[in-house]
């Protein structure tokens, strides 16, 4: 049951942020928090390889916002829960003035929106989640696949989102053809061509729509963040990831070869000249158990926030 009550000014922790963040279960968040914050905007960026909606939430100034994106792997759900939670507490504190971690967001909002597109590939996560069924046509690709790595991280089409984006994509190519990676895969095949993938092209369509001052990537694990990506990465990025870094305990890290190049942090940095991070939550072994997320997102709270507000 999806439920949401109002204690003083504090809203009640909705039971749905401890199970499985599948479709079904996000439709209900996400209804759930249209039907009770009427200046919540819902829209949707495009739809997956298996027609689910890849939903858009957007709250606070419309002008100036920051964009929070999860859900890119498919054993990554643990993203998102966490900016769906952080997005709902974001709409309480809107409403009711409330503080949301060690901070009183609403004037910042009204200052610097925040959008959020909370499952990047959905069918990764649903397939992650339930199974092969869950790829509808592509159920075979999947169980083929899926044979030399259980882990799923891919779209349904066997393509890693986060390595399909135009950004340094043919040296990622090139090194995933000299690690035998060529062909649909759990994971890190970044396809035939950059954004050959509906879920890629719905997320850097909605960039190119929208004014985004900043750009954050929610993955898991390490507890790390990734500022960097190539001679145009902006002093920001580096000065953003410090503070997230203070405010966690993160630490800042360049990713391995192989996850260099190709991804939406990497793409947004490279498009824009603007600030864009990536986040590894959680420490462990993906996917990381429903029991971390609460000590988990206790740790990212305060650098949600300051993703916004700083």
């Not at 397939?127 to 349904?156: F, R």
């Not at 989102?161 to 759990?186: D, Q, T, V, Y």
Request: neutral net charge; charged residues 25%.
């Amino acid at each position: 049951e999806i439920s949401a009550c109002l204690v003083g000014s504090e809203m009640c922790i909705r039971d749905s942020y401890n199970v499985m963040p599948d479709y079904q279960t996000r439709r209900k968040i996400i209804n759930d928090i249209c039907e009770k914050y009427s200046f919540v905007h819902h829209s949707f960026a495009g739809k997956s390889v298996c027609g689910r909606c890849i939903d858009v939430l957007h709250i606070g100034n419309t002008k100036n916002c920051v964009l929070y994106c999860a859900g890119f792997h498919g054993s990554e759900y643990l993203t998102v829960t966490a900016v769906l939670k952080f997005f709902e507490q974001c709409a309480d504190a809107m409403e009711n003035d409330s503080v949301v971690g060690r901070y009183k967001i609403r004037d910042f909002l009204r200052e610097k929106g925040l959008t959020i597109v909370p499952c990047v590939n959905p069918d990764g996560v649903e397939i992650a989640i339930h199974g092969s069924d869950a790829a509808l046509k592509y159920k075979s690709l999947v169980e083929k696949a899926s044979k030399e790595n259980k882990v799923w991280q891919a779209n349904a089409r066997g393509v890693d989102i986060n390595h399909n984006f135009n950004a340094g994509w043919n040296e990622l190519k090139n090194r995933e053809l000299s690690m035998n990676i060529k062909a649909p895969s759990a994971t890190r095949f970044g396809g035939n061509a950059p954004e050959s993938e509906p879920e890629t092209k719905a997320l850097t369509n909605l960039c190119k729509r929208n004014n985004f001052d900043r750009a954050i990537a929610f993955h898991s694990q390490g507890r790390e963040i990734y500022c960097s990506f190539g001679k145009h990465t902006p002093v920001m990025s580096f000065r953003l990831a410090s503070v997230l870094s203070q405010a966690s305990g993160y630490n800042i890290s360049v990713p391995e070869d192989i996850a260099t190049g190709g991804g939406f942090k990497d793409w947004f940095i490279e498009k824009f000249r603007r600030p864009a991070l990536t986040i590894e939550m959680g420490k462990g072994k993906n996917p990381l158990p429903l029991s971390d997320f609460e000590p988990e997102y206790k740790i990212m709270l305060n650098m949600l926030c300051l993703g916004v507000i700083v």
